[in-house]
């Protein structure tokens, strides 16, 4: 159920509405918007007192049932859109925020060139994995520790904040200590007590779309995030299993218009991984931005032949300026900048 406040009232009225909503035990989540306040009480109606009786309050304005089955993610809650804030950066506003790096950091040497190459060309993330989920265990499964140690390093040297994956609740606390923002990757979409462990942590969430989820399976999983108080959620496409088998996945489009109409919270889209290949990741890039996504997550790797992941899907350094040069005048057709 919304509770939606009057006009006006006081910081210490919307507290103890929240009370009344926690003492007929449910849970209550503020949203402030432009023009009005309102609370959200989240949890199960059956065997609770009836929230609408708080319509009976001088400072309750109306008491609405929300329909979607995602509560705080949804836009019925929340009609403004979400602005993630990272650092200086800023995503679901007017940038369309170019996210790069390694699919996976190898070296100090690696991602320290890829940093410097993706920053001079308008890049405000850097991205790269130090924890890799991998299809085969005999694959290359990141280097760990070390790797959270590069990043710091190329953070340290750029300024760039940094994305990085978390993959096992044991490495919550080495991971934080690094990333600006978590990434639960595609396939740990699903693992609900990672999401509610990253719904208590204190930095934004990067979340990406299951291989075999419906667009309301990743809303259902950001709400286990924004549920438990984190609501620094960017959501992220990046392809889809179908039947298909000349793309690596099959980016769903659709997706980008669906998911902002039936959420507030940004979204952004993985060109790479759905491309398998170098070649399609501009027009996918193109597609994602002209759909209205808030930002885009590329690899990018000095010399992919030598890659130990992903070598055929990653973009060289050397033509990541032409490939931002595109995007960049995509999204000012758009009414957007790259920064
Ligand atoms: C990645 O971004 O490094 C990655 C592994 O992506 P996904 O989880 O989408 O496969
Ligand atoms: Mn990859």
């Given at each position: 159920m919304i509770i939606v406040l009057k006009s006006g009232i006081s910081d210490a009225d919307v507290q103890d509405v929240c009370q009344r909503i926690t003492e007929m035990g449910y849970?209550?989540?503020?949203?402030?918007?432009?023009?009005?306040?309102?609370?959200?009480?989240?949890?199960?109606?059956?065997?609770?007192?009836?929230?609408r009786l708080l319509e009976a309050l001088e400072t309750v304005e109306?008491?609405?049932p929300v329909q979607q089955p995602f509560k705080l993610a949804s836009r019925e809650v929340r009609r403004e859109s979400s602005e993630v804030r990272i650092n200086g950066v800023t995503v679901g506003a007017r940038d369309v925020v170019v996210m790069a790096g390694p699919c996976s950091v190898e070296s100090e040497a690696q991602v320290l060139e890829v940093a410097d190459a993706v920053k001079a060309s308008g890049a405000k993330i850097l991205r790269g994995g130090a924890y890799k989920p991998r299809t085969s265990p005999y694959a290359f499964q990141g280097l760990g520790e070390v790797a959270l140690e590069y990043l710091k390093e190329a953070r340290d040297e750029t300024g760039l904040p940094l994305v990085t994956e978390l993959m096992d609740p044991r490495h919550v606390e080495a991971v934080l200590d690094v990333a600006d923002v978590i990434q639960i990757g595609a396939r740990n979409m699903s693992n609900f007590s990672l999401l509610s462990e990253v719904g208590r942590a204190p930095k934004p969430v990067l979340l990406k779309r299951g291989l075999s989820s419906s667009v309301e399976d990743l809303l259902m999983a950001a709400e286990y995030i924004v549920k438990e108080g984190n609501s620094q959620v960017i959501l992220c496409e990046r392809g889809i299993k179908t039947f298909e088998t000349s793309t690596r996945f099959t980016l769903d489009i659709s997706a980008i218009p669906v998911l902002k109409m039936e959420t507030h919270l940004p979204v952004i889209v993985d060109p790479s991984h759905p491309a398998g290949r170098r070649d399609l990741v501009l027009p996918l890039a193109r597609a994602a931005v002209a759909a209205g996504a808030d930002g885009i997550i590329v690899e990018v790797h000095p010399r992919p032949e030598e890659a130990l992941c992903d070598a055929a899907q990653q973009i060289p350094t050397a033509d990541f300026p032409a490939f931002a040069a595109e995007i960049r005048a995509l999204a000012s057709l758009m009414g957007r900048t790259i920064g």
């Amino acid at each position: 159920m919304i509770i939606v406040l009057k006009s006006g009232i006081s910081d210490a009225d919307v507290q103890d509405v929240c009370q009344r909503i926690t003492e007929m035990g449910y849970g209550p989540h503020v949203i402030r918007g432009e023009f009005k306040t309102i609370v959200a009480a989240v949890g199960e109606e059956r065997g609770r007192p009836d929230l609408r009786l708080l319509e009976a309050l001088e400072t309750v304005e109306s008491v609405m049932p929300v329909q979607q089955p995602f509560k705080l993610a949804s836009r019925e809650v929340r009609r403004e859109s979400s602005e993630v804030r990272i650092n200086g950066v800023t995503v679901g506003a007017r940038d369309v925020v170019v996210m790069a790096g390694p699919c996976s950091v190898e070296s100090e040497a690696q991602v320290l060139e890829v940093a410097d190459a993706v920053k001079a060309s308008g890049a405000k993330i850097l991205r790269g994995g130090a924890y890799k989920p991998r299809t085969s265990p005999y694959a290359f499964q990141g280097l760990g520790e070390v790797a959270l140690e590069y990043l710091k390093e190329a953070r340290d040297e750029t300024g760039l904040p940094l994305v990085t994956e978390l993959m096992d609740p044991r490495h919550v606390e080495a991971v934080l200590d690094v990333a600006d923002v978590i990434q639960i990757g595609a396939r740990n979409m699903s693992n609900f007590s990672l999401l509610s462990e990253v719904g208590r942590a204190p930095k934004p969430v990067l979340l990406k779309r299951g291989l075999s989820s419906s667009v309301e399976d990743l809303l259902m999983a950001a709400e286990y995030i924004v549920k438990e108080g984190n609501s620094q959620v960017i959501l992220c496409e990046r392809g889809i299993k179908t039947f298909e088998t000349s793309t690596r996945f099959t980016l769903d489009i659709s997706a980008i218009p669906v998911l902002k109409m039936e959420t507030h919270l940004p979204v952004i889209v993985d060109p790479s991984h759905p491309a398998g290949r170098r070649d399609l990741v501009l027009p996918l890039a193109r597609a994602a931005v002209a759909a209205g996504a808030d930002g885009i997550i590329v690899e990018v790797h000095p010399r992919p032949e030598e890659a130990l992941c992903d070598a055929a899907q990653q973009i060289p350094t050397a033509d990541f300026p032409a490939f931002a040069a595109e995007i960049r005048a995509l999204a000012s057709l758009m009414g957007r900048t790259i920064g």
